[in-house]
């Protein structure tokens, strides 16, 4: 049978144990957190950094490829005189509905090969002294 005493030396080793375990460490500890959520923040920036100036030296001398056939522009006067009939008549239409007259000006130019474009303005025509923008 148990006795009172059997159950109290019991107790007694059971209490003596627990007194000599290390005690409960806690389960947050803020300056490590702190510091291996920086370090994990540093890495990431870090990789990131070396990511974009890897890409960025490896695309540096990237040369636009040139086409072995350039195609021949095709300039067909027909097609760009009915295009400028219908540009006028849409502008005489506009005028006529908004009740402002504007005078169209048209300039004969002397042809000449060119690869500039010369924008000539109605003062210009009108005075013969070149207009600045």
């Known amino acids: 049978m148990i006795t009172k005493d059997a159950v109290t030396e019991k107790l007694k080793k059971l209490f003596a144990k627990r007194e000599q375990a290390p005690q409960n460490q806690p389960l947050m500890r803020p300056k490590r957190e ?15 950094a070396a990511l974009s100036a890897y890409t960025f030296l490896k695309n540096r001398t ?5 086409s072995e056939t350039e195609e021949a522009v095709v300039y067909r006067e027909s097609t ?6 219908t540009i006028r008549e849409r502008e005489e239409r506009f005028n006529t509905l908004t009740g402002e007259a504007v005078e169209i000006v048209e300039v004969e130019e002397e042809e000449m090969a060119t690869s500039t474009e010369e924008i000539i303005f109605e003062a210009e025509v009108a005075t013969g002294t070149p207009q600045t923008e």
């Not at 990237?62 to 040139?66: D, F, G, L």
Request: aromatic share 8%; glycine share 4%.
């Open 62 to 66: 990237v040369v636009a490829p040139v």
């Open 34 to 48: 702190w510091t291996t959520g920086l370090l994990i923040a540093a890495c990431l920036f870090l990789l990131s």
């Open 80 to 85: 760009v005189e009915e295009v400028l009939a």
